[in-house]
Nanobody
Framework: QVQLVESGGGLVQAGGSLRLSCVAS????????MGWFRQAPGKEREFVAA???????YYVDSVKGRFTISRDNAKNTVYLQMNSLRPEDTAVYYC??????????????????WGQGTQVTVSS
């Protein structure tokens, strides 16, 4: 079992920055693929970014160059640094953990555990 707790969401003006954190507990964090997803009202959950054990990173095209995913295995924490935020980035952001080997980073079906989500609101 893995427990994930996100923090760092909030209200920010367009062009601003936020850093989301996700602390994992319960199993060996360093062995797993970690991802961030988001869901806006009335829309499906969308892949945002993921990072593998070896450090390979993946991003949805709309956030490339603006968002950076990172992980600190010593702290069991994954981060999402979000810069140049836009109103269309407004959503609930979820942290997720995939324990299966060779999990597809962009598919929500790959992930076994999810956090409760943190709201990010970007005003224009």
């Amino acid at each position: 079992q893995v427990q994930l707790v996100e923090s760092g969401g909030g209200l920010v003006q367009a062009g601003g920055s936020l850093r989301l954190s996700c602390v994992a507990s319960g199993r060996t964090f360093s062995n797993y693929l970690m991802g961030w997803f988001r869901q806006a009202p009335g829309k499906e959950r969308e892949f945002v970014a993921a990072i593998r054990v070896g450090g390979s990173m993946y991003y949805v095209d709309s956030v490339k160059g603006r968002f950076t995913i990172s992980r600190d295995n010593a702290k069991n924490t994954v981060y999402l640094q979000m810069n140049s935020l836009r109103p269309e980035d407004t959503a609930v952001y979820y942290c997720a953990c995939a324990t299966k080997m060779f999990a597809a980073a962009r598919s929500p079906d790959s992930y076994d555990y999810w956090g409760q989500g943190t709201q990010v609101t970007v005003s224009s």
